[in-house]
């Protein structure tokens, strides 16, 4: 079936600097995306998501940027800090026949951010 | 207010053996959804119920089955247990359920999840 998948399995970066994740999907039919992060021993924590009617959102130090031509999603961390580094996941939500959309979730495989101090 | 809250944390279990999973939501929602996460990989979907009723469901065994309770508390029950069903299950609580109309559905938010080890 289709899913969401990750360019970069790894990326490390220095204490300050600005990060980029990025994530490609393939299902057209999806209308909703999340940015979560997960810490070892934890579940995945929300980020930041966006609508397909979107292209672009901002939260804290944090932006979601969302390029429907080309499927690709970005999370964009600003001023990176050691208390970043974690694995990030994208994730892709798509109405199902009917309108209707219920709770499935589809994960990519994760990009593992290291900051370094 | 209290997150989602998941038990037990860690379990271990011998093939064959049934295993149950619990999880509250966070206050107030009403919808659950649960979570296969195998090492180095992502989240899978298994099930979701709102309502006390089955919404939605993975690409999993029969051997995977899970219920929902009047306060919303849930549970995912694993029989005949497998080596590879050896994985950490995530539950996430959302306040509703999916709405027409293309509407987007709620935030969905993960509890800490319940690390099985099958041996």
């Known amino acids: 079936g289709e899913s969401v998948g990750l360019h970069l399995p790894t990326l490390s970066v220095q204490e300050g600097d600005n990060s980029i994740i990025n994530c490609a999907y393939s299902?057209?039919?999806?209308?909703?995306f999340i940015w979560y992060k997960q810490e070892s021993g934890k579940g995945p924590q929300f980020i930041i998501d966006i609508r397909s009617n979107m292209d672009k959102r901002q939260g804290q130090r944090v932006t979601v940027l969302l390029n429907k031509t080309v499927k690709h999603l970005s999370l964009q961390i600003a001023a990176t800090q050691p208390g970043d580094s974690a694995v990030y996941f994208c994730a892709e939500k798509f109405l199902q026949a009917g309108g209707t959309s219920y709770g499935k979730l589809t994960f990519g495989q994760g990009t593992i951010l290291t900051v370094h101090p | 207010d209290a997150g989602v809250t998941q038990s037990p944390t860690h379990l271990i279990k011998t093939r064959g053996q049934q295993v149950t999973l619990r999880c509250s939501p966070i206050?107030?929602?009403?919808?659950v959804s649960w979570y296969q996460q195998v090492l180095g990989q992502g989240p899978q979907f298994i099930f979701q119920y709102y309502e006390k009723e089955e919404r939605g469901r993975g690409n999993f065994p029969d051997r995977f089955s899970a219920r929902q309770f009047p306060n919303y508390s849930s549970e995912l029950n694993v029989n005949a247990l497998l080596l590879g069903d050896s994985a950490l299950y995530l539950c996430?609580?959302?306040?509703?359920?999916?709405?027409?109309?293309?509407?987007?559905?709620?935030?969905?938010?993960f509890g800490p999840g319940t690390r099985l080890t099958v041996l």
């Open positions: 996430a609580s959302s306040p509703r359920f999916g709405l027409a109309g293309g509407k987007v559905t709620d935030t969905q938010y």
């Open positions: 299902n057209s039919a999806s209308d909703y």
């Open positions: 206050s107030g929602h009403k919808s």
